[in-house]
Each structure stands twice: as C-alpha cells, then as structure tokens.
C-alpha cells in the first residue's frame, strides 16, 4: 500500500513548540512527513538569524525530544528560488514524492493546488506567542523566550551563542537606517 507522505515547509527561525504541535498533528494524518526548512539559503539576518544546519539540528534534536520515530519523518533544506511558476518543481526535485501540502502561505496554497495537490491548512497553536517574530522579539528583549521553544532549541541557541548574535544583528541593522 502507498504511503500517504506530507509536506510542511516553513522558515522556522528558531523552531518552536507550535511547530512541534503542528507537525504532530500532521502525522496524526500521514504515514511520513516531510520537513522543508525554508529560505536556507538565508541566515544572519534578523529575521533569518540561523543557518539551515542549525535549524536542521534545532528540529532533529526536537523531534527525538517528543519521541517522534525518525523513520516517519524527512528534515530537508530548502533555497528560495524566488521564480513562483517553477518553485513547485523546484520542491519536488528536492523531496521525496508527496500527496498532501501543509501551509497556512495563500502563495504556496495556490501554487501547491494549480498544480493538482490537496493543500491542507495546518492548525495554528497560540500563533500570538508561538511565532518565531516573538520568539526573536523576546531574545532581542531578554524576555523569556525559552517557554516558547523545544529543549533543542534552547541548547543549538547557547551552543552558537545565538542570543549574541541576534542582538548583534539589531545593532547593525538599526545603524544601517
């Protein structure tokens, strides 16, 4: 019998808990789910302050945290091609093959369904505090910002000195106006 394989594709700068929460939801409905980090090319910046391989570390450590069988899931990164007619394709080369699309993104909604796939939207866990902006605002803020996300982003986040980095990157981006 085929497997009915999922993708979810987000930027996820830094991984949170709502990412968690919606990717368990996700395999409550698929065999296997494909996990696309997003803009991979991007990072030190202050909306993309993480590389790919540290998101990459951030969500494998999050997902062996919660249990989650490694066999069900594919952690993939993903270059912005910024070219919206061939990006579908450009996804496919990129992954295994998929039935189902997760996004909450009307771009990748519409794109994902011109091209014949069923697009879900995923559920949506407390998004006022579960986004990465917050997440992000509150490391700029020294705020509590470890409640929002898994132990093993906590950990990447230290190890990288992450917290230095983001206010490094507010300086230079407030001095650049």
């Not at 700068?13 to 296997?32: A, S, Y």
């Not at 990157?169 to 407030?174: F, G, N, R």
């Amino acid at each position: 019998m085929q497997k009915v394989r999922g993708i979810l594709i987000g930027r996820m700068q830094p991984v949170h808990n709502g990412h968690m929460e919606v990717i368990k939801q996700i395999l409550n409905e698929v065999d296997e789910i494909i996990i696309g980090i997003g803009s991979a090319q991007a990072s030190h910046e202050l909306k993309d302050p993480f590389t790919a391989g540290e998101r990459v570390v951030m969500m494998s450590q999050a997902l062996a945290e919660k249990d989650i069988d490694p066999s069900r899931y594919y952690i993939i990164p993903m270059q912005d091609i910024n070219f919206n007619a061939i990006w579908v394709s450009h996804v496919k080369m990129l992954t295994p093959p998929f039935n189902i699309v997760y996004s909450g993104n009307p771009l990748v909604k519409q794109l994902f369904s011109e091209e014949g796939y069923e697009v879900r939207q995923p559920p949506l866990y407390d998004r006022l505090h579960l986004s990465g902006s917050e997440v992000r605002r509150r490391i700029l803020n020294d705020e509590n910002w470890q409640e929002l996300v898994p132990k093993a982003s906590v950990d990447l986040i230290r190890e990288i000195n992450g917290v230095d980095r983001l206010k490094n990157l507010s300086v230079k981006e407030i001095s650049d106006l």
